[in-house]
């Protein structure tokens, strides 16, 4: 075998493994043996790091010097939810300093949840030649100067995405920094940002960007704009509006929808903040080849949702309100069979009783007339066990189950019994579910369930549910694949944890916060583990000026090659060998 | 609150306690699948802290993106603040008064409004035979063509989008 891996001449190989994309697959080819790992090395384009802690620039510099595109995630996702106080980590100012000596030529830099500077900004502007895709997910820390030093110097951008992310928006002008000879633009995603960008400005970068095919625009928009804009780009493929609220004028209305009709590619829409149902009719002669809606920003009534998404037979991903209702989605199941993925988000989260009409029938409609729905992310007030089996039984396709039930610990609203039975019936029949949050009361019984049924789940997100540390033992030891596990509110504690320390090196991350998870068992488990980072976050004070007994306020368990990082607030502390014994 | 305590059994942190942590751990995730039973033995002789269920805050919970919530938020606060200001005249006095009739539900909290404003009593559309013999004033509105009419005929919205300001004048026609 191993004479014959040495009989290709390196350009064949590299040839071979040039057709070879996938991360899991170059990291296999590079295990055949050390001649395949030192040519794959060298050739290996795409470099992805989920936990931007799990190893060091420099390590990943040394391994891999030619690397033309690189994706690194940050924070840890409960971050999206406030549960990660400000300051905690994930810059990416290190990554960048680095890159800009090792990899001249880099192309592509994608990043989330992590923390990005003006600095970084100006650095990836001035020492990538060839730079051209910057995608900044929920990243944090940088402002509209940065996108400003952007948009002067990278002369072949391509990509401008800034989904989700927190820009200090200090002005629009940013925009206006994009030179006159500059044309490459495929992609700008700018919906995030609150300011108004020079319209005139953005109408002639459209107008002189024929490769133009995604253009989500930001709030300041307004509609009587989107015509003008539209006509420059019938090219569109992808279309973020403005705010889609405007008085009702005829002459606007008519223009909006002939610009629409010319747009005879675009397959993708989102925007419509405070969408007036006057104008959504300018849509309707693009709605039957529309893939992808996304109305999480849309006030619409059911009736107008249900007239909208009943035109739309193409459509594979619908995201929108609760203001759709059981009927919307009704209408849904009966027109849109192509569907794959739906979610949909509470108008009003925080009040107690439920303002619209959406309960558990209307996830049920959805799953008996789309059968290529695999994905769902649902919020809703309340839930059955025999609503969860039936979906699951008419949907053993699914792959990503995100359940959220408005009031934490919510039973099963007509038998009052924990739904520990029909989120079993989800793991029993979805044989390839990769993704699950659950919701509602939840006993350790629901835990045995997932692990002895859900050999396939790679993340796991818990809150409020659970009775003891037998739960997350049943998890720990019965989840093959578990990559990530994030709990909140949860009564475990540090015996499941101490048991299955071993799992925790196979796994890329565990969250753990408000639960009941001791100091010395945190402290244990650093020493014992070496190539785990094992941080405590606690906005009390030191761990140590407490009881070992005494719950951590939040755990944040991470495998890594990088040993313990330096970059700290004063509220995280890292249990090692050294640093347990300074604190004992 | 810890749990620390209370535990029987194993209680005491020590790594002999956990063969996970005393050798090389791949080897011994095997091993850990035999310790259920133990753990189920030694875990149903302690029971779960139950007394204080948390109440989560609504800066954490429901799990929503900040920019959704903010979305939410701010097209509830539009609604709240949206405002439609109009010129009001009474005959004879030559400085007028400025009103939001957004602020107002309907004819009849914006009449109260302009009697309390203008301190008489106002005649308008709707109201009832018997009370004509003792208003002194009538409401009128200018709207958008240019003509004068009575205020009330029409339904309230109707009348939010088409008026442009308000005169009141005297009721001795």
Redesign the interface.
């Known amino acids: 075998m191993l004479r014959m891996a040495s009989s290709f001449p390196e350009e064949v190989l590299e040839h071979v493994f040039s057709f070879i994309y996938d991360d899991k697959d170059r990291n296999a080819i590079s295990m055949v043996c050390k001649s395949w790992y030192e040519i794959e090395r060298w050739c290996r384009r795409r470099i992805f790091v989920g936990n931007c802690y799990a190893v060091s620039p420099p390590m990943v510099i040394r391994r891999f010097p030619e690397v033309r595109s690189v994706e690194l995630k940050g924070k840890p996702h409960f971050a999206?939810?406030?549960?990660v106080p400000e300051g905690w980590g994930g810059y990416v100012y290190p990554w960048i300093a680095a890159m800009a000596t090792a990899y001249p030529w880099l192309e592509e830099i994608r990043l989330k949840r992590m923390v990005v500077t003006d600095e970084a900004l100006e650095l990836i502007a001035k020492s990538f030649k060839n730079f051209k895709v910057l995608v900044l997910s929920?990243c944090e820390g940088f402002s509209t100067d940065g996108l400003a030093a952007i948009a002067a110097n990278c002369r072949n951008l391509k990509e401008l995405d800034l989904r989700?992310s927190?820009v200090d928006d200090l002005s629009g002008h940013w925009l206006s920094h994009f030179p006159d000879s500059y044309t490459s633009l495929v992609s700008l995603n700018i919906s995030?940002l609150g300011s108004e960008v020079s319209f005139s400005a953005l109408e002639r970068l459209v107008g002189r960007c024929p490769n133009l095919r995604t253009l989500r625009l930001n709030r300041a928009v307004p509609l009587d704009r989107l015509a003008n804009i539209l006509c420059r780009a019938p090219q569109l493929v992808e279309l973020g509006t403005g705010t889609y609220s405007a008085e009702l004028q005829p002459d606007v209305f008519s223009s909006l929808a002939g610009a629409f009709s010319g747009c005879k590619e675009l397959r993708s829409l989102s925007g419509f903040?405070?969408a007036v149902p006057g104008y959504l009719p300018a849509i309707y002669p693009i709605c039957p080849s529309l893939t992808s809606l996304n109305l999480?920003?849309a006030?619409i009534q059911s009736t107008d949702l249900t007239k909208l998404v009943s035109q739309c037979q193409s459509l594979q991903r619908l995201w929108v309100l609760d203001y759709i209702e059981d009927i919307g989605l009704e209408a849904l199941a009966a027109f849109c069979k192509d569907l794959r993925e739906l979610r949909v988000?509470?108008?009003?989260?925080?009040a107690q009783e439920p303002n619209v009409s959406l309960t558990e029938q209307g996830l049920v409609s959805v799953s008996e007339g789309c059968p290529k729905l695999h994905s769902v992310l649902y919020?809703c007030r309340q839930m059955t066990n025999d609503a969860l089996a039936t979906i699951a039984r008419n949907r053993p396709n699914m792959t990503r189950f995100r359940l959220?039930i408005?009031e934490?610990?919510a039973p099963d609203y007509i038998t009052l019994q924990p739904l520990d039975d029909g989120f079993g019936a989800i793991v029993e029949h979805c044989k390839d579910l990769q993704r699950l949050s659950m919701a509602g009361l939840l006993t350790d019984r629901v835990f045995e369930h997932i692990g002895n049924h859900a050999k396939k789940l790679e993340m796991l997100s818990v809150?409020?549910a659970g009775?003891?540390?037998?739960g997350l033992?049943h998890v720990l030891?019965g989840c093959e694949n578990l990559r990530k596990l994030e709990i909140r509110?949860c009564?475990f504690?540090?015996?499941?944890l101490?048991?299955?320390?071993?799992?925790l090196?196979?796994m890329r991350s565990l969250w753990m916060s408000?639960c009941?998870v001791?100091f010395?068992?945190c402290k244990?488990?650093g020493?014992?583990?070496p190539r785990l980072n094992v941080e405590v976050m606690d906005e009390r004070g030191p761990p140590g000026s407490r009881?070992?007994?005494?719950?951590v306020e939040k755990l944040y368990i991470y495998r890594t090659v990088a040993g313990p990082r330096f970059d700290m607030p004063g509220f995280v502390w890292t249990m090692d060998e050294d640093s347990a014994l300074r604190l004992s | 609150m810890g749990r620390g305590g209370s535990t029987s059994s194993s209680s005491s942190l020590e790594s002999s306690n956990y063969p996970a942590l005393t050798s090389r751990s791949s080897s011994l995730y095997q091993q850990n699948r035999d310790l259920s039973t133990d753990l189920r033995l030694g875990l149903s002789i302690s029971t779960s802290q139950q007394g204080n269920p948390s109440i989560p805050s609504e800066s954490d919970w429901p799990p929503i993106k900040p920019i959704l919530k903010k979305a939410l938020a701010a097209e509830e606060n539009e609604c709240d603040s949206a405002t439609f200001f109009v010129k009001v005249y009474m005959e004879g006095i030559p400085i007028g008064r400025k009103l939001d009739l957004l602020a107002h539900d309907g004819y009849h909290d914006l009449i109260r409004t302009l009697n309390h404003m203008f301190n008489t009593s106002i005649l308008w559309a709707e109201m009832d035979g018997d009370e004509h013999s003792e208003q002194n004033h009538v409401l009128t509105y200018e709207d958008k063509e240019g003509d004068w009419l009575i205020v009330g005929d029409v339904p309230w919205e109707m009348f939010l989008s088409s008026v442009r300001r308000l005169k009141i004048t005297r009721a001795d026609i």
């Open positions: 999206d939810f406030n549960l929920s989700e927190e995030c903040w405070d999480s920003y006030t988000f509470p108008s009003e989260p925080f919020f959220c408005i934490p610990r809150a409020f009775d003891s540390d037998l033992h030891s509110d009564p504690g540090d015996k499941a101490l048991v299955n320390a071993a799992k090196e196979t408000s009941s001791s010395g068992a244990l488990l020493q014992k583990i009881p070992e007994s005494c719950p």
